[in-house]
């Protein structure tokens, strides 16, 4: 049973190119149509067939469509969804895959009023970016976050569910403003710190760029990967989910003190602690299938 | 032409043990003696049959040793280095592969006086440990810093790196504390950022451990490789190498000042400005072969 027939991609970057190819493997029934505000990235699409059918414009992608998901930076689900809202279906549900919930939500709802909104986060990625960096297995195994609001039918709700978990991914229902308190820690809150860290290492005097780089193995070059995300997505999440940051960054730069307070007075029995605490979350993660269980992330070592 | 042919390797976890099997691999004709203070990882080093000899004593280890590699934790060095002093033959050649040079330099140039002593150290790991977890390729590609002091013989030092060369790393020679301040920044401060974040995850009220693991593929996941390295090998590195640690905690914590205080006044063009510049370190670690160039470092995604 296909949970929708004929569905809309807007925005054909990492994220919207993996639907499309996951629906193709997984419904090759449903129609597909996309578009993306950027003609390179249309031309792209068109050249290596993502959709059924690249549309010229917002509205014209999404006129008998009864699928639409917005796969577009947090900061212009606003404006995309003004663009749709005079050609949009009305028995249409729309979807989104945005980091931030409950501002998206918030902003869906005032540019598309009566239109059966369910809003839904894909926890799943890379640090590429573009049409041809997306692929159908991204979603597998991942969790994806519905957050609609309590006055959503329950069976537009069920549908967006079915439309996930056949994808491949496990599908959780909570409210948005729990979402972006979560994805604060889980995900804001680490892109941030990666951000930083490959910022203060490039400025440093006493040692130079290509240093840095030859001995990245050391542990930096794994923050290096998640520093390399797309900049115009997560300004948006930190401009967009700023209070539930700031506060989990608040926390974490009080223990970064403690920690630093630890190392200047040697006190080797807290380090030794948190030390030990912190490989049991590893484990989890691990035993839980969110991460490869091979060392390294199963790196190649040849 | 091998540059030694009776080895003692003495602490037989990830490192000790990744070093067994590649002298195996690539120098089958040298005699591997092997040392650990823990009984039980001799009982598995001889299980395993890691290395030709697995000796009660360190002393006894070393007797008739043309190079003594001690791996195990900064923190150990200077002790074991007492230990082996009135067995160690005099033209043997002394390294180490711990993660700060200077303070190991000292411990050891101190516990064995006349000694020919060349610093090392191998910038690879993963995140697990014990003699089971070592494997022969750990160096390929990886560098190897060597810091010895001036007075060192320099065929000493020649043929520390020529060991090195045959187990497949790249050799680099430099300043004792000029490679503290490097390590500080791309392999401490990591670590130290990544056991925080994973502490301070661990550690919320509103947002469940459980929910911290199940959304980690959001980024977090990451962080909690690096925080599930040895907690021994990690007090000691800290403890030791606490100068350059501390000041280049203090440059990212301004970073991260600066940047949360980007993020509550709106500073879009900053956040942008920052997130474009980091993709460029990350391009230049994979041009230079020290990541996978592959997606998400190359995880399985099925």
Request: glycine residues 8%; negative net charge.
């Amino acid at each position: 049973m296909l949970p929708f027939s004929r569905i809309t991609i807007i925005g054909l970057g990492l994220i919207g190119s993996s639907i499309a190819r996951a629906v193709r493997a997984h419904m090759p029934a449903a129609r597909l149509t996309g578009y993306d505000a950027d003609p390179e990235v249309r031309a792209t699409a068109t050249r290596i067939r993502l959709v059924d059918d690249v549309a010229d414009s917002a509205g014209a992608s999404v006129v008998d469509a009864d699928f639409v998901i917005l796969c577009v930076p947090v900061g212009a689900m606003g404006a995309v969804a003004a663009e749709i809202a005079a050609d949009l279906p009305s028995d249409a549900i729309v979807s989104d895959v945005g980091s931030c919930k409950e501002s998206v939500a918030t902003a869906l709802a005032a540019a598309l009023p009566g239109a059966t909104i369910v809003p839904a986060h894909p926890v799943a990625g890379t640090e590429q970016s573009g049409p041809e960096a997306g692929f159908a297995t991204l979603f597998h195994g991942r969790w994806c976050i519905l957050t609609p609001a309590p006055q959503t039918s329950a069976s537009a709700v069920e549908r967006v569910a079915e439309f996930w978990l056949q994808l491949g991914a496990d599908v959780e229902t909570m409210p948005a403003d729990h979402h972006d308190r979560v994805l604060a820690v889980t995900s804001h809150l680490p892109h941030l710190i990666a951000y930083t860290i490959v910022g203060t290492a490039s400025d440093l005097e006493e040692v130079t760029q290509s240093e840095v780089i030859k001995y990245s193995a050391g542990g930096f070059r794994d923050f290096t990967r998640i520093a390399a995300s797309d900049p115009t997505m997560w300004r948006d999440v930190f401009l967009t989910n700023r209070e539930a940051v700031l506060e989990m960054l608040q926390r974490f730069s009080e223990d970064l003190t403690a920690l630093q307070r630890a190392i200047r007075w040697g006190k080797g029995d807290e380090l030794f602690d948190l030390f030990t605490r912190t490989r049991a979350i590893r484990r989890g993660i691990v035993e839980q299938g969110q991460d490869d269980a091979a060392p390294d992330f199963g790196r190649a070592h040849e």
